[in-house]
């Protein structure tokens, strides 16, 4: 009877993994601004989700719980890049090269823009822009109050306004995806 549950629970993971893999890797390049790591974060938690798969398959929601964990592997890699980034600049630091007024083109890629974002407003632009999720379904994922969601993207996108300059954020916002050239985009 046991090996009747494995398949059963090994089944649902395998079809839970082809519907959402793609979607949790673009919120992973997303929230990185990494191609190449976010299939990398994607598949670790996968991976994490199939080692709790009896958990994760009774909650209310199992995909509001994937983007959690891809959200929290994505701040872990950002924070370990961070640091990375402080060990190298305190080696060569004697080697101080820093543009005093750098040219900056007068439209600024939305990519680029929101990887000036702090984590958790990146975080909710994300959610709730390229992915249209609404505000509960972005609290459920970052495990954060609907009031957080709230504030933090409406901030982010008063600073991505700012970022993009005087033309301001457009009534939709264009995101790249991890994928080809298109763009998703949520009316406001």
């Not at 299939?39 to 989700?49: F, I, P, T």
């Not at 509001?64 to 630091?93: C, D, H, K, P, Q």
Request: aromatic share 6%; proline share 4%; charged share 30%.
């Amino acid at each position: 009877m046991g090996t009747v549950v494995d398949d059963a629970a090994s089944a649902e993971f395998h079809a839970f993994f082809e519907r959402h893999y793609a979607e949790l890797s673009r919120l992973a390049h997303l929230l990185t601004g990494e191609s190449d790591a976010a299939d990398d974060l994607a598949a670790d938690a996968l991976l994490a989700l199939w080692h709790r798969w009896d958990r994760v398959r009774a909650a209310d929601q199992p995909v509001a719980y994937a983007r959690g964990v891809v959200a929290n592997l994505a701040r872990t890699r950002i924070r370990s890049t961070v640091r990375e980034r402080r060990r190298i600049a305190l080696f060569w630091s004697q080697r101080e090269e820093r543009t005093e007024n750098p040219d900056i083109p007068g439209v600024v890629d939305v990519q680029d823009a929101l990887r000036r974002l702090p984590f958790r407003k990146r975080a909710c632009v994300v959610l709730r822009h390229a992915f249209d999720l609404s505000e509960k379904e972005t609290a459920l994922a970052l495990g954060v109050s609907v009031g957080t969601v709230k504030s933090q993207t409406s901030k982010g996108m008063a600073e991505l306004q700012r970022l993009l300059g005087s033309a301001g954020v457009p009534r939709k916002v264009p995101v790249p995806m991890a994928r080809g050239g298109e763009t998703l985009g949520r009316n406001r």
